[in-house]
T-cell receptor, first 112, second 114 residues
Framework: QKEVEQDPGPLSVPEGAIVSLNCTYS??????FMWYRQYSRKGPELLMY????GNKEDGRFTAQVDKSSKYISLFIRDSQPSDSATYLC????????????FGAGTTVTVRA | GAGVSQSPSNKVTEKGKDVELRCDPI?????LYWYRQSLGQGLEFLIY????????KSGLPSDRFSAERTGGSVSTLTIQRTQQEDSAVYLC????????????FGSGTRLTVV
């Protein structure tokens, strides 16, 4: 079993829909949770960062962390064609843990 | 520089040849990472450099892979006697405060071994 599980999709939604992405993990030591967005032939770029449990909102993006269920989510409201990309979750235990553990990524297409 | 720079962006090589991939991290970032991304797979950790400390090489898949970081800045990932299974995108990233707040990635080198 992988340390971080993420459904690869692909996910196709019409413009304006809400996109819901999620990851589950097995390592209870993880405290720092991130979402990266990766456009085709580009490197991943940090989209959202959350520490411990709770919600964080940034414009159309909301990240949720439920440590009790070892489950994290990313919601994209009012999706746009420019949101079409692969979204990767990543997490670390923090402190002296310098490695990020990544999910496989979910490919999202927003249809105009 | 403004971002993490990697070169070349694409590399096609014959099986058995050696290749060198270069990474120029963000100025002032003390930590540098190499990851490998294969189709349908997550990012696979290869190696980590932090300042003058000994690198963490625990993710290197075989002794054909090596990396160095000169002067605490530029890093080179070398793959000797390349095999077809080495075909992947090799991503370099750098950070200032470790993994807690994420890394900044380069655009990667797409390696194809034929």
């Amino acid at each position: 079993q992988k340390e971080v599980e993420q459904d690869p999709g692909p996910l196709s939604v019409p413009e304006g829909a809400i996109v819901s992405l999620n990851c589950t993990y097995s390592n209870s030591a993880f405290q720092y949770f991130m979402w990266y967005r990766q456009y085709s032939r580009k490197g991943p770029e940090l989209l959202m960062y959350t520490y411990s449990s709770g919600n964080k909102e940034d414009g159309r993006f909301t990240a949720q962390v439920d440590k009790s269920s070892k489950y994290i989510s990313l919601f994209i409201r009012d999706s746009q064609p420019s949101d079409s990309a692969t979204y990767l979750c990543a997490m670390s235990a923090g402190n002296y843990d310098y490695k990020l553990s990544f999910g496989a990524g979910t490919t999202v297409t927003v249809r105009a | 520089g403004a971002g993490v720079s990697q070169s070349p962006s694409n590399k096609v090589t014959e099986k058995g040849k050696d290749v060198e991939l270069r990474c120029d991290p963000i100025s002032g970032h003390t930590a540098l990472y190499w990851y490998r991304q294969s189709l349908g797979q997550g990012l696979e950790f290869l190696i980590y450099f932090q300042g003058n400390s000994a690198p963490d090489k625990s993710g290197l898949p075989s002794d054909r892979f090596s990396a160095e970081r000169t002067g605490g800045s530029v890093s080179t990932l070398t793959i000797q006697r390349t095999q077809q299974e080495d075909s992947a995108v090799y991503l370099c990233a750098s950070s200032f405060l470790g993994a807690n707040y994420g890394y900044t990635f380069g655009s990667g080198t797409r390696l194809t071994v034929v």
